[in-house]
């Protein structure tokens, strides 16, 4: 339901596109409601929640690897530096950031 004040502000909008023409409330609660329809079932933002819990599913499974040695190092090193076993790359990754020393081209991400 669309409160008085949502219905109006949905009616001065429509009159500053549509100059010299009215709406009457009973038109304009349809269209006001039409539009929140489509946009409740295009838009759809995720909660904080869902957020947290697809970061963290995702961050959980990330490794660095060094291409060089192999070595695999999991993403979350609560923040030691920590490197792999031929000392080409270092990663230093904790809640809310992953540093990474060493050539781009001798590390990849894999997912596991
Ligand atoms: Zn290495």
């Not at 549509?18 to 409330?25: A, H, K, M, W």
Request: overall charge neutral; hydrophobic content about 30%.
């Amino acid at each position: 339901m669309i409160s008085k004040q949502a219905l109006e502000e949905y009616k001065a909008i429509w009159r500053k596109e549509n100059p010299g023409q009215d709406i009457d409330d009973q038109t304009a609660m349809d269209e006001a409601t039409a539009l929140l329809t489509i946009m409740d079932k295009v838009y759809r933002p995720i909660t904080k929640d869902e957020f947290d819990a697809y970061n963290k599913k995702n961050k959980k499974e990330a490794y660095i690897r060094c291409k060089k040695c192999g070595t695999e190092i999991y993403w979350n090193t609560h923040k030691k530096m920590t490197p792999c076993a031929c000392g080409a790359i270092s990663v230093d990754g904790t809640e809310g950031y992953i540093r990474m020393i060493g050539n781009k081209e001798d590390y990849e991400q894999i997912q596991k």
